[in-house]
């Protein structure tokens, strides 16, 4: 007889945090036991190949305590990759997502999944007191505006990294099965029931950040070009106003030829023009190149990641029975090599 599928999942990805998650554990146990979902939940911990200690950390942890799943994977497929695995793993009617530098207070995880009990399918949150440098607040505002425009984001809703889903959204999401994964682009097509709460954002327990001005660039172009044509609209405009101009240009030149028959020749303007062209038309060259590389990515059946061991008998997917490998583009279960 098999055992009743948990009310609530806590999917946390986790890089360099062997430090953090022994306090996290401790204070995610202290809010589950006091609540409702005592004896009714599980915390998906998945190791996004991590080069410290966090692996034997989670071992170590699911041993003392039983709700720990933990899910270690083969490389490193960045936050988002990481977060599918644990959607594809996790077996709650309510999914929370958050991440595993304690800069999410575990004891508002109760916020978020009461907006979910009320109908929501989906809830944010909104940072008071934001914890972070100058630069990724910047960076997130301009994400912000460009999710807006791009992807019919709501104006006001931050699109932060502690969230809940009901479970059919996340059953939802894992039908995704491109290489390159956008949580919140795909959020935001699946429904429009989304609300936000207020939380106080807290200092990282210990540590520094793990994204850089590189990584953030690699997720603003997965945002971009993941789950919009907007790029290759765009493209096509600044194609047809270059050709516009173009013609206006020519048109221009031959009248100054006929009333000017000896015209001074305008080597810097014909330069400049040329450079301006020449780099319109690498811009769109680079992005249709962005578009073509993830066409060639999912008809080669990349991997969203990739399963090296697991602290659960594997076969639970959002409350259904499924394979290990589940499907060649979201997941592969390769022999253990140790």
Known sequence: MSRALPDLS????????????P????????MATTSKYNGKFELVLVNDCSPDESWRVIENLSQEYPFI????????????NATMAGLNYARGGIIVIMDDDLQHPPSDILKLTEQIERGYDVCYTAYRGRQHAAWKKLGSRFNDWVATKILNKPKGLYLSSFKALHGDIAKAITAYQGPYTYIDGLILDLTNSITTVEIDHQRRFDGEGNYNLRKSISLWLKMVTATSLFPLRVASLLGFGLSAISILLLMYVVIDRILTPNPEPGWAS???????VSSVQFICIGIVGEYIGRIYSRMNSVAQFTVRKSTFEPGNAV?????????????????DAD
Not at 10 to 21: A, D, E
Not at 23 to 30: A, F, K, M, P, T
Not at 321 to 331: E, H, Q
């Open 23 to 30: 306090e996290l554990v401790r204070q995610i146990d202290s």
């Open 270 to 276: 014909t330069v400049g023009l040329m450079l301006l």
């Open 319 to 335: 409350g259904a029975d499924v394979s290990l490998s589940a499907s060649p583009a979201r997941s592969l279960a390769l022999p």
């Open 10 to 21: 806590i999917i946390i990805p986790v890089y360099r945090s062997q430090t953090v998650l």
């Open 69 to 80: 799943r933990g899910i270690s994977l083969r490389k490193n497929v960045g936050q988002h």
